[in-house]
């Protein structure tokens, strides 16, 4: 009787113990808010948010964090200054504490980004202008920011693309890049990912094919909605290199990582 309640005892141990090694414990948290990107990245309470949508999304991610307890970011990612990037970046920073925020090096005058920039001289923060390959890291999550190596005309081409790496997974956030920003991206080369959020709301150009096909996602993340819907060439592409697919269309998208595999939840 000793035996096996030690042997039992044991078994416990071993299927906890697996669970715990398969618990998700990063996340992305992707914000319904049409054709506009959002992006809540967190890790053992510590948080991210790539993005903001539009200035009518502000209040509505702002509620979602408060009602996550979360009253501190340790960085705000503005990929790039188009209305639905940043529009609703100055509630963010009018309604909890940002330790570090990113913007690309190059200059908006648009009412969104004029109120953005408002928000943060009322609050006292500083903007880190990136110029340069940037590292940060949460914990075990190690990121790398990537600006523009050149000025572009437009905002999308200088948007800052975002990786994540955690454990044997990885992420690449590719804001709104272009034909142009893809084609010398590609000639700096890129490594593959596990998870990749589509560039440009799955708009197809001449390099789309060939990005993807170099990026080679298991998942594939796309920002759009029913007014709004992607391109049907860039849903072939990522079908071809079997690519699960998911939208932002019908709702919020968490996925969540425990360093070996990830997990969605819709």
């Not at 509620?63 to 009253?71: A, C, P, R, V, W």
């Not at 990136?130 to 437009?154: C, D, H, R, W």
């Not at 272009?178 to 990912?193: F, G």
């Amino acid at each position: 009787m000793k035996y096996i309640y030690m042997l039992l005892s044991m078994l416990l141990l071993t299927a906890c113990g697996a669970n715990e090694q398969h618990e998700p414990q990063f996340t992305v948290h992707a914000f319904k808010v049409g054709k506009a990107d959002s992006f809540l990245i967190s890790y053992n309470d510590e948080y991210v948010l790539i993005d903001a949508g539009e200035e009518d999304d502000g209040e509505k991610i702002v509620s979602y964090l408060q009602k996550q307890g979360i009253t501190q970011l340790a960085a705000l990612i503005i990929t790039h200054f188009d209305k639905d990037h940043v529009g609703g970046a100055d509630y963010i920073v009018e309604a909890v504490a940002v330790e570090t925020i990113y913007v690309p090096d190059y200059e908006s005058d648009s009412k969104q980004t004029a109120e953005f920039l408002q928000a943060i001289e009322g609050q006292g923060y500083k903007l880190t202008k990136l110029t340069m390959e940037t590292a940060f890291s949460m914990q075990e999550v190690n990121g790398k920011i990537y600006p523009p190596q050149a000025l572009y005309a437009g905002d999308n081409n200088n948007s800052l693309v975002i990786s994540l790496s955690y454990g044997e997974t990885s992420f690449l956030f590719a804001g709104d890049i272009e034909a142009e920003r893809i084609h010398d991206m590609l000639a700096q080369s890129i490594d593959t990912y596990t998870f990749l959020k589509v560039p440009h709301h799955g708009r197809f150009n001449e390099q789309t094919a060939s990005f993807t096909k170099v990026v080679q996602p298991k998942i594939a993340l796309i920002t759009s909605s029913d007014k709004n819907p992607e391109a049907v060439e860039t849903v072939n592409v990522l079908e071809e290199i079997g690519a699960d697919i998911y939208t932002t269309r019908a709702g919020h998208v968490t996925f969540s990582s425990n360093g070996t595999e990830i997990y969605v939840n819709k």
